[in-house]
């Protein structure tokens, strides 16, 4: 899939789909604010915001050890609470599941997962992708989407409070990295691994090429 061919409407629902996993509507200031620790990518979500209309702006969070993309708009803010639901201010617990037009589902949960998902070895052989989140009605809305597009995906809480979303069987894990728009360069190494699909690569966006070993093995880190 390539983004360049996807439109505006399905970049927004990206964007958006990133922001509700690892952004935030700040109430007061009309700012939204997305982070990530890859400046790479941070950058990315730059481009996409301005090739929106937006004037985005980037900086490094020394406190929270993270690239952040600013954008100040009333507008932006309407959208993403509107359109996608996700509340201004504190978020984790609160996001609901958004009402979306099946057509677009793909790019929201690809955002998501470029926020909040990793990959790791399961028993040293097989690879899964996962999803950590506190909202339960989100975590089910990705558990639900996933099994309507015929995923076995598995769902469970955990002591934290936190539900993970979870696809382990191998021929999935190659259609996942074929059917969603990942574009966070953490994947990598999996497309370079697996060999089965072509990671996306937005004009003006270099992805870089990773050791085929290396991982996400606990935790995810956007």
Known sequence: MRLDSVGNRNVETYLAGFIAGDGHLEPKTNRTVLGSGDQQYAELLGMLLESLGYHASRFYDVGGQQWKVAVR???????????????????????????????????????????????????????????????????????????????DAKYHKRTDGSAVVEINRQAEVKKFLKQFMLLHPKWTPLYEVLGEAEAPNPPGYTRPTLPSTTGHDSERRS
């Open 73 to 151: 708009s009333e507008k932006l803010q309407d959208v993403l609470t509107g359109n996608y639901g996700i509340p201004r201010g504190a978020k984790s617990k609160s996001l609901p599941a958004p009402s979306i037009p099946k057509e677009e589902l793909v790019f929201f949960v690809s955002g998501v997962f470029d926020a909040e998902g990793w990959y790791e070895m399961d028993k040293g052989r097989y690879i899964r992708i996962r999803l950590k989140m506190t909202s339960e009605k989100m975590t089910s809305f990705l558990h639900d989407t996933l099994r309507n597009m015929r995923y």
